[in-house]
């Protein structure tokens, strides 16, 4: 059974630092192309961030070049680095998988919330 | 940037038919997934590559994708499907979600 497991949110002070991770089980990361999809309370989702399996990595603008997506295969658990945290990054990140590499997501985690806060 | 905008809100009798469109800019040329999200859970694929359903998705659910309007259907509308839409596709390599569609079920 696929899984996917976020964990890592929590309150973090305005310009500050975290990073998620999303444990994956019943499949490996590193053949499917994974995504970090926000969602701010009361608000629709935002795509974040995309890892091929081929490593090559994308950004939405609003994080590009404070966010960084990468892969541990030996623990089959991708990350999101945030930095620079901003009040509007506030939102439960979602952890999803597109298993055939057909760009729609199949399988998603559960959510961890993020608060910034100054 | 690319935008999928979609109507805020649908209703629909228990039994009809509720349509939720998604527009964007030759977006027929795109691929184009569904996704629904009840409240307090996470999103779940309920169409793909325009009008696939995965596993497991009812056969109520159906849709459709051409020149700037993608179209998801749902017929004989149940109560569980009461819940948020959201389309999306890709441009350029990114992600782009839709606007969100509320169906409420009458």
């Known amino acids: 059974e696929v899984q996917l497991v976020e964990s890592g949110g929590g309150l973090v002070q305005t310009g500050g630092s975290l990073r998620l991770s999303c444990v994956a089980s019943g499949f490996t990361v590193s053949s499917s192309y994974m995504s970090w999809v926000r969602q701010a309370p009361g608000k629709g989702l935002e795509w974040v961030s995309i890892i091929y399996s081929g490593n090559n990595t994308y950004y939405a603008d609003s994080v590009k070049g404070r966010f960084t997506i990468s892969r541990d295969n030996s623990k089959n658990t991708v990350y999101l680095q945030m930095k620079s945290l901003r009040a509007e990054d506030t939102a439960v990140y979602y952890c999803a998988r597109d298993g055939a590499a057909e760009f729609h997501f199949d399988s998603w985690g559960q959510g961890t919330l993020v608060t910034v806060s100054s | 940037s690319y935008e999928l905008t979609q109507t805020p809100s649908v209703s629909a009798s228990a039994g009809q038919t509720a349509s939720i469109t998604c527009s964007g800019d030759?977006?027929?040329?795109?691929?184009v997934s569904w996704y629904q999200q009840r409240p307090g859970q996470s999103p779940v694929l309920v169409i793909h590559?325009?009008?696939k359903r995965p596993s497991g998705i009812p056969e109520r659910f159906s849709g459709s994708n051409s020149v700037n309007t993608a179209t998801l259907t749902i017929s004989g509308t149940q109560a569980m499907d009461e819940a948020d839409y959201y389309c999306q596709a890709w441009d350029s390599s990114t992600g782009v979600f839709g606007t969100g569609t509320k169906v409420i079920v009458l």
């Open positions: 590559h325009d009008s």
């Open positions: 030759k977006l027929g040329d795109k691929y």
